[in-house]
């Protein structure tokens, strides 16, 4: 038996440590916290010192009872989880709750997953850091008591099955209140006067006016005044200019460049990052700290030498400019500099090759630039023209990297054939171009962490999981809308002739942009009317800022929550009595056929049209908004359009087709076959034969294109790409196939692959019993009978697993049917019943 236990939170980790240890160590993971706040109840005593209670999940009751006998029998335990607020409390968790005895026990850290961290953290053991400790007991307990306290009030006020939380809510404010800056946006023309050049040596170039229109009147003007001109260079001045290298990376902007370049999620960065640190081939990706220590400023001046010339090097120091940044950590970087790129998972070894960039970057030389700056006159008119250009002379750290940018209407700068003062220009064209003001930019999720960070909002680890949750709660979702078409005027004055053309630009893209759903609207109103401060911006920075000074032992949390608590439970206990309900109800007119007010609000099944009120005589008629229509913007014509569906368009093949608006677009129903409409299609438009054309298609699609043991074989694509049907099994077909020309062998080979793995996925098999154990994804496995499904934690060994075991976690999980219980008279009811009966008589 090793007499050092190491414990870590993740397995992955688990298994590059012990590469590092020898045979006196044993490394074991917690996965994750051994223990939180109890999921059904509040578990905080905010009648008194605001003390959490912590329970064991039934997931890690067996993790726990593994991790207590490995202490026993060690000399030694070593606490190896993470170095920020996270890691210390799992740490505590597991020397609580194991009963470690605190002579035996070390804590070490360590922010690279590397031979020489690991050692150097084995030689330098600490304890418990208590105020890292309760700085996370603080966010946990606070957030607890919040999204607790705030939940049911939005049950009873706005819809059941809502929910509310201190960061989330703010983020969803941040959205929200964007959208409505891009709805009250009106866009303002003006005319922009680009043209292009030439200089005695045939070389184009192209200039601008710098300044613009109002009118085109006003530019048609100018265009004219331009007529047989002569243009020359009025002036020339060249300067030489330096470009700096951006910091390493931190969090956030690893965050917002790899969705920028590598087009990743939040979450899926957070993913892959974790992955390559855990590997051991970058350091901890959770930080807000821009610092390089010297060590690898040192091997980062070593690659850069070696690999681009000593020229290129200069190592340097940067400061972070995020609020509450904590400067003693490390900026994400890799382990070794001299592993220019990796070779395992694709997104892993992209996401490496940005951060090593983006590091040896940052310690190579600037970038020495020329600018060009020409101004060109015209003989006709006093107003100049303008070119601005930049030539490279020496690329520094641009050999590597360029730090990406959000503005999608950034020009860049090219080079400018050489000129001289008063050479004469020859022009090619003269175009005054109509251009609108853009309204504010919709959050992406990496320009949300930017906005996030800068308000001081949320940390390093908590940017992810923020912004996945509020689109679980389908608060906010990722807009698909490619944009509506727009006319613009353009005149060109080319070889003295003026021509006006009419062109058109797409507008308004909201693909891949985050958009509030109504409900999300209707929150965000309701919480910022009644707990303003909850959602004030500057109340949840200063939260964030006493967490940090918890963290450094400059405030005590129990004093914090307590201060926090008397103001906030009295604001909740007051909107839950007397706030009025919440529907985000809008009238939009009246019916003409009955006189009775039209409006829209949120009903139970979500956002809908209602003809009538509760008052009237007769019932109010419902009808529901299509997933592309909000409350805020919806018209009294759209709202009325939809009391025409579902909508009878005639008959074919003996049965009628209807064309209706579902939970997931508009369809075409035909018997029992439903058919989406194409994106963009007004299912009020839809005539008979469009509707034929679509059922045809579909009837296409579904004929069998293959017979497997006498059952047909269909095809069709869906959410995650093509696939083959066959005996109500659904089969993906990989790039290794052509989809759309699957030979009879490759059809056998893909049933007969899925069947096998079906079949191998299947550990136990109790027939009689209707109970079978699978396989299940990330390492899991599923204890089956009937419609009730488990899925067990990764810890759990279900190889010995016993039928009596099965049954037994069959039943913990099936629901309990509840039995109506026959009502027995009481006493005072049959007294009752008899003066009745009495009286009648």
């Not at 004219?224 to 002036?235: L, P, Q, R």
């Amino acid at each position: 038996m090793a007499k050092n236990l190491v414990i870590v939170e993740s397995p992955a980790k688990a298994k590059t440590i012990e590469k590092f240890l020898g045979k006196d160590f044993k490394v074991e993971s917690s996965f994750g916290h051994i223990s939180d706040l109890p999921s059904k109840e509040l578990g905080v005593n905010v009648e008194g010192d605001f003390k959490p209670t912590y329970e064991v999940s039934k997931d890690k009751k067996a993790v726990v009872k593994k991790l207590k006998d490995l202490a026993k029998k060690a000399e030694w335990v070593w606490l190896a989880s993470d170095e920020d607020r996270e890691g210390e409390a799992i740490a505590w968790h597991l020397a609580e709750t194991l009963k470690l005895d605190k002579d035996k026990t070390k804590r070490i850290v360590f922010h690279e997953i590397t031979k020489a961290a690991i050692q150097k953290a084995v030689e330098n053991p600490r304890g418990i850091d208590y105020d890292l400790v309760d700085a996370q007991q603080a966010r946990r307990v606070l957030d607890r008591i919040v999204g607790y306290e705030l939940s049911p009030v939005l049950w009873r006020k706005v819809k059941g099955g809502l929910s509310a939380g201190r960061v989330q809510s703010v983020s969803v404010r941040l959205i929200v209140e964007r959208e409505r800056s891009i709805q009250d946006f009106s866009p303002v023309a003006s005319y922009r006067i680009d043209a292009e050049f030439s200089n005695e040596d045939g070389q184009s170039f192209k200039a601008k006016l710098p300044k613009t229109f109002s009118s085109k009147e006003e530019a048609y003007k100018f265009l004219e005044s331009n007529k047989a001109a002569d243009f020359k260079v009025a002036d020339l001045q060249k300067k030489p200019a330096k470009k700096s290298p951006a910091a390493p990376f931190t969090t956030s902007t690893l965050q917002q460049e790899a969705s920028r370049k590598l087009y990743f999620s939040v979450s899926k960065t957070m993913t892959m990052a974790q992955r390559l640190y855990e590997a051991g081939l970058i350091t901890y990706m959770r930080t807000d700290s821009v610092n390089l220590s010297d060590e690898a400023r040192s091997g980062a001046q070593a690659e850069i030498e070696s690999a681009y010339g000593s020229k290129y090097s200069k190592p340097r120091n940067y400061k972070g400019k995020a609020k509450g940044a904590q400067e003693a950590h490390e900026a994400i970087r890799p382990t070794n500099f001299a592993v220019h790129s990796v070779d395992i998972d694709y997104d892993q070894a992209r996401l490496y090759d940005l951060i090593w960039k983006r590091a040896i970057a940052s310690q190579m030389s600037e970038a020495e630039l020329e600018r060009t700056n020409v101004k060109i006159s015209a003989s006709t008119h006093k107003d100049t023209f303008t070119a601005n250009g930049e030539v490279i002379t020496f690329e520094g750290f641009l050999k590597v990297y360029l730090e990406g940018t959000d503005d999608e209407h950034a020009e860049q700068e090219g080079m400018l054939p050489a000129m001289k003062v008063n050479e004469a220009l020859l022009n090619s064209y003269i175009t005054a171009t109509e251009r609108y003001t853009r309204p504010p930019a919709r959050f992406t999720e990496a320009s949300l962490v930017k906005k996030l960070e800068e308000l001081g909002i949320g940390r390093p680890s908590t940017y992810a999981p923020t912004i996945s949750t509020i689109q679980n709660r389908n608060y906010i979702e990722k807009g698909t809308v490619e944009g509506v078409e727009r006319k613009y005027s353009q005149l060109k004055l080319q070889n003295d002739d003026l021509i006006d053309t009419m062109l058109s630009e797409k507008v308004g893209s909201d693909k891949g942009k985050l958009v509030p759903t109504d409900i999300g609207m209707i929150v965000t109103d309701f919480l910022v009317n009644h707990f303003e401060n909850i959602l004030d911006y500057n109340f949840t920075a200063k939260v964030e800022a006493d967490f940090d000074n918890i963290a450094e032992g400059k405030e005590d949390w129990i004093k914090m929550m307590k201060s926090f608590y008397k103001d906030f439970h009295p604001v909740v206990e007051d909107v839950k009595e007397n706030a009025a309900r919440e529907s985000g109800e809008r009238i939009l007119g009246t019916d003409p056929k009955s006189g009775k007010q039209v409006s829209v609000r949120l009903g139970k099944f979500g956002p809908m049209v209602q003809i009538g009120t509760v008052d009237d005589e007769d019932k109010p008629q419902f009808a529901s908004l299509s997933p592309d229509q909000q409350l805020n913007t919806i018209t009294y014509e759209e709202a009325m359009d939809l009391f025409q569906l579902p909508k009878n368009i005639g008959t074919f093949e003996g049965e009628e087709i209807l064309v209706n608006n579902g939970r997931f677009g508009p369809y075409v129903k035909f018997g029992d076959t439903f058919v989406s409409l194409p994106k963009g299609v007004d299912p009020l438009s839809v005539e008979l034969d469009d509707a034929i054309v679509l059922i045809k298609e579909k009837q296409k699609a579904d004929a069998p294109i293959y017979m497997y043991k006498d059952l047909p074989v269909q095809k069709g694509k869906g959410r995650f790409g093509p696939y083959i049907k066959w005996n109500s099994m659904f089969i993906n077909v990989n790039k290794k196939y052509d989809w759309d020309n699957l030979s009879d062998d490759e059809i056998v080979e893909l049933i007969e692959t899925k069947i096998q793995k079906e079949i191998d996925k299947v550990i136990h098999n109790w027939e009689d019993e209707g109970i079978r154990v699978e396989k299940a994804r990330w390492g899991r496995h599923n204890v089956l009978k009937g419609k009730v499904k488990v899925e067990l934690a990764k810890t759990v060994d279900v190889t010995e697993m016993t039928l009596e075991e099965a049954k037994a976690i069959i039943e913990a999980n099936t629901p309990k049917k509840k039995v109506a219980k026959k009502k027995t008279a009481t006493k005072k009811t049959t007294t009752a019943k008899k003066k009745t009966i009495a009286k009648k008589k």
